[in-house]
């Protein structure tokens, strides 16, 4: 071998040892990065949070203040009404008129509850639980609702491993919400479908939820409204129950949406542990 050809040889075994080394040095910052971009995201999402707690901390101890200052004079209210509805007991039309009178106080002492309980300041009380278990006892707790009506719940992907770290009571709320919509949304006979999947959101194993039910749906437009507060497409209700859906699923820092149908299809994803 002439010596040319031995530099060349030597030089090109140097040069593949230096892109090798590149490489892996290219591999390590991209892995750096990252992990920097996932950790600066996740530092924004829970500054967010905190910030959005304290936002709703304000609300909520304006709305408590109000509610008490409220109560007495709904009570005499109420008192009044109780009273003026035996003296016109013989009079269809005046009682039907004091009914009427009795509800709109009811339906904003519901309100002020609701507004409160969107407002409040919420704790994680995490443990271990089966997410299917957790949906099937928010479905039996509706049982009042669903009294002299054609509705089941229909859950699949039972077979997975639908172990979940979670807040078993905040979570039960969240499903009866979202439950509770389709009932109302809905004549008989009611269907409505729950589909559990395995998928990996924000790099982390998660579950998803996929709840549809065969009601009339949102349309496109109005979809990503329905988890404003306040906003409402039921004669009755205060708009408020996807709304605390919403917060509670982030508050477990997963997510929740709302999809084209037919008919209305909400899409859960919990990540199986909470990080923070």
């Known amino acids: 071998m002439t010596v ?19 490489l892996l040095v290219n591999r390590r910052l991209e892995t750096e990065i990252d992990e920097r971009t996932r950790a ?37 209210g109420q008192a009044c009404l109780e009273m003026l509805a035996r003296r016109v007991a013989d009079v269809p039309r ?15 002492q519901r309100l002020y509850e609701e507004v409160r309980e969107y407002a409040a300041p919420l704790h994680l009380r995490l443990e271990e639980h089966r997410l299917d278990a ?23 992907g039972g077979e997975l491993d639908l172990r979940c770290e979670v807040d078993a009571f905040l979570l039960e709320r969240v499903f009866r919400n979202v439950l509770e919509n389709s009932l109302d949304a809905c004549a008989d006979p009611v269907e409505v479908s729950a589909e559990w999947s395995e998928v990996e959101a924000r790099s982390r194993p998660a579950l998803r939820l996929v709840v549809r039910d ?10 990503e409204k329905v988890f404003q507060p306040f906003y409402t497409t039921k004669r009755k209700g205060t708009g408020l129950g996807l709304c605390i859906a919403r ?29 923070s």
């Open 4 to 22: 040319s050809a031995a530099l060349a040889m030597v030089f090109a075994r140097s040069a593949r040892s230096r892109a090798g080394r590149l």
């Open 40 to 76: 600066v995201q996740a530092l924004s999402e829970r500054q967010e949070r905190l910030l959005q707690g304290e936002r709703l901390a304000a609300i909520g101890q304006m709305v408590t203040g109000l509610a008490h200052e409220s109560r007495n004079a709904l009570q005499r």
């Open 94 to 108: 005046a009682l039907e008129l004091v009914g009427r009178v009795q509800c709109g106080q009811d339906d904003l």
């Open 134 to 156: 957790v949906l099937e006892r928010s479905w039996e707790k509706l049982a009042l609702r669903r009294e002299g009506r054609e509705a089941r719940l229909i859950q699949q």
């Open 214 to 223: 065969n009601g009339p749906g949102v349309p496109g437009e109005k979809m």
């Open 247 to 275: 917060r509670l699923v982030e508050l477990h820092e997963g997510a929740i949406e709302a999809r084209p149908g037919p008919g209305m299809v909400v899409v859960v994803t919990l990540p199986r542990k909470v990080q």
